[in-house]
């Protein structure tokens, strides 16, 4: 995702570093912003892909790959095993009035 958001973040950190005054303080700032936001959103995709799977976007080739998909299951299969520890810890630690604060939102 935003593969050139990188090499356009190297040159203008080189070039900040020979001009802090006159440097592109904002563009390396927003392409700062586009390596969080990518991260942000690769970290998402298992559970918006599972809420939306029909979207355009899941038939771009990197969703469609061998490592993202192998990277999928593991994610959802650590949530779900993590729901389940809550749950589990909660049900040992708070009076069962309580329960509803633990559940998974759906």
């Not at 469609?64 to 095993?81: D, G, P, R, T, V």
Request: hydrophobic letters at 45%; charged letters at 25%; a negative charge.
């Amino acid at each position: 995702m935003w593969p050139w958001a990188e090499d356009l973040l190297e040159v203008a950190v080189a070039m900040l570093r020979k001009d802090r005054t006159h440097g592109p303080h904002r563009e390396a700032g927003f392409l700062q912003f586009l390596q969080a936001l990518r991260r942000s959103f690769l970290q998402d995709a298992p559970f918006l892909k599972e809420e939306w799977p029909e979207h355009p976007l899941w038939q771009e080739a990197f969703f469609q790959s061998e490592a993202f998909k192998k990277w999928e299951c593991q994610m959802l299969e650590f949530y779900a095993n993590a729901v389940k520890d809550e749950l589990s810890f909660g049900l040992q630690q708070v009076p069962s009035c309580r329960l509803v604060f633990f559940m998974p939102i759906q």
